[in-house]
């Protein structure tokens, strides 16, 4: 392991900041089908291990995208303990960023809620999408870090953290949404060497990493 201090925490953007319950349930509505199902084939298209845009096809519905909605983030959609952690973080004197698989203008909305974060980067920006290496190669770069400089925050084990964790990074899986819950049971889960349940465990993992304790 690494011996450097963590300089950098980077977050995946949907399910590890942003539910996204909201987007899935107007996606429902949109296409005419009851929230409950809708929400119950992307769970079963996780466990099968297909990508959830899939679902589309699986259920016969036009591919819908945020826009189409009517959807954009908002402050509520976060996870309660979003707000407070960043600025706990950014007080402490780390610097925070999000990125992610996002459509269009996604990250643009999330930058303008005016979060403690210094760093936005997605998908449509960057024209590579997780889990290729180049993402997480470009991230790296574009922080001027080394790996072992960068804790990478997020919910999918196959998206956020093997690929991270592969590059040196200190990848955190945090356990919630549908892919966090889903994942925790995955043989790969093994591999991870930090789990968390909520950001709030973050501070003190970071001290721990870091020798602060």
Excluded at 130 to 135: A, M
């Amino acid at each position: 392991m690494s011996s450097q201090r963590i300089q950098a925490i980077v977050f995946d953007l949907g399910e590890t900041l942003e539910n996204e319950t909201r987007f899935w349930s107007s996606v429902a509505r949109y296409a005419g089908v009851p929230e409950l199902t809708l929400h119950g084939v992307l769970g079963g298209l996780i466990e099968r291990r297909e990508n959830h845009r899939s679902i589309f096809n699986v259920m016969q519905i036009e591919s819908v995208d945020p826009k189409g909605v009517g959807y954009e983030i908002e402050l509520k959609d976060l996870y309660p303990d979003v707000v407070p952690v960043l600025k706990q973080l950014c007080h402490a004197g780390y610097r925070l960023g999000v990125t992610g698989n996002q459509p269009e203008g996604a990250i643009e909305q999330f930058q303008a809620l005016g979060l403690p974060l210094d760093f936005y980067a997605s998908s449509t920006n960057w024209g590579v999408s997780k889990p290729d290496p180049v993402f997480f190669q470009r991230m790296i770069e574009e922080l001027g870090l080394e790996p072992g400089e960068i804790m990478y925050v997020g919910d999918r084990l196959d998206n956020d953290v093997l690929p991270a964790q592969e590059l040196g990074m200190h990848a955190v899986f945090i356990r919630r949404g549908p892919w966090g819950y889903l994942h925790a049971a995955w043989p790969e889960a093994e591999q991870v060497r930090y789990r968390i349940d909520a950001l709030t465990e973050l501070p003190k993992l970071l001290e721990t990493i870091n020798g602060d304790e």
